[in-house]
């Protein structure tokens, strides 16, 4: 199974940015944290990281015939991006929606989330474990 991992815009800042609201590990520990348990379950992950929408956009067209399932944290896109959507809706993967913070009970321009129309489930508020969850989830779908 090959999972892509998706993170948008300052997800590389993690630990740097905000620690109150993000959490104090950095993007490196997000990274290892992954690879480690993708490694324990014998899964292929990659994880890609960009601040660019039209590259995240990019990144999905071409996990089409390569990857079995998207773990996404459009970041700041998720409130804004229908290309990201369309990405998604285009290429047909499973995905998951991941937020490191609860987005639900934060400010109102985060209420709106675009990719959530296509992704089977979204985790909220649960730190960078919410990633583990949903690669979790993508493993017991087969
Ligand atoms: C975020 C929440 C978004 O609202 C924000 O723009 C981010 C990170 C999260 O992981 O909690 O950059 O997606």
Known sequence: MKI??????NINMLGIREP?????????????LIKAFAE??????????????GCIVDKIQQAYGNFDGIVINP???THTSIAILDALKSIGIPAVEVHISDVSK??????ISYVREYCEKTICGKGINGYIEAIEYLISKG
């Open 4 to 9: 892509l991992v998706i993170n948008g815009p």
């Open 20 to 32: 109150d609201i993000y959490g104090k590990e950095n993007y490196n520990s997000l990274c290892a």
């Open 40 to 53: 324990d379950k014998g899964i292929t992950v990659e994880i890609y990281q960009s601040n660019h929408e």
């Open 75 to 77: 970041a700041a896109y």
């Open 106 to 111: 934060r400010e109102f321009y985060r209420q």
